[in-house]
């Protein structure tokens, strides 16, 4: 399907990730990955600060609100809070987690799973899989507009982590 992959290797479309347990034949799959420059550790902070806004791009889907450019230390994310804050309003919501290495969350039908892959050398690898059940016709113009705004989020929070620890303000 056109968009369906964008950053990511055979193996990792392959792998097993907590979205597949909440959506049986989903008609949308769509796999999207960036490598960070910096351990797991300085990842999993931006993941779980999804919460607070989107990260992708702010005049889009944050109604021009800047999404926070330092951490503000938030408790890890628990299953049944909201996934995240677009335009001031809380949106979907978290069902399942394992504290730096997995979020999964839904959002208007949709069901994704933020994975953080610790690799050598002080990397890491930010993985992205959404599914999602809809119409056959419907999933490629879907796939097309996530992997924009997918995208979009990935490289955000890859610099930022990359700066946050650069920075010296997480060790690991």
Known sequence: MIGDRW????????RSYPCDDFVVEPALQAWR?????????????WVAQLRLAPYSYDW?????RRSPRHLVGLPEPQVGE?????????L????SVDPGRQLTSTIMGAFMSYVVVPQEHNRTRLLLK???RTTRWA???LSVGDLIMARRQ????KQLAEHTQHQGLITG
């Open 7 to 14: 950053g990511v290797t055979d193996g990792e479309t392959r």
């Open 33 to 45: 990955g960036v490598w960070v420059e910096v351990s797991a550790a300085a990842v999993w902070p």
């Open 60 to 64: 889009i889907d944050n109604r021009g």
């Open 82 to 90: 909201a996934f995240t804050s677009a335009g001031g309003r809380k």
């Open 92 to 95: 979907g919501r978290i069902v």
């Open 130 to 132: 959404v599914v999602m």
């Open 139 to 141: 999933a490629p113009g």
């Open 154 to 157: 990935l490289l955000n929070l």
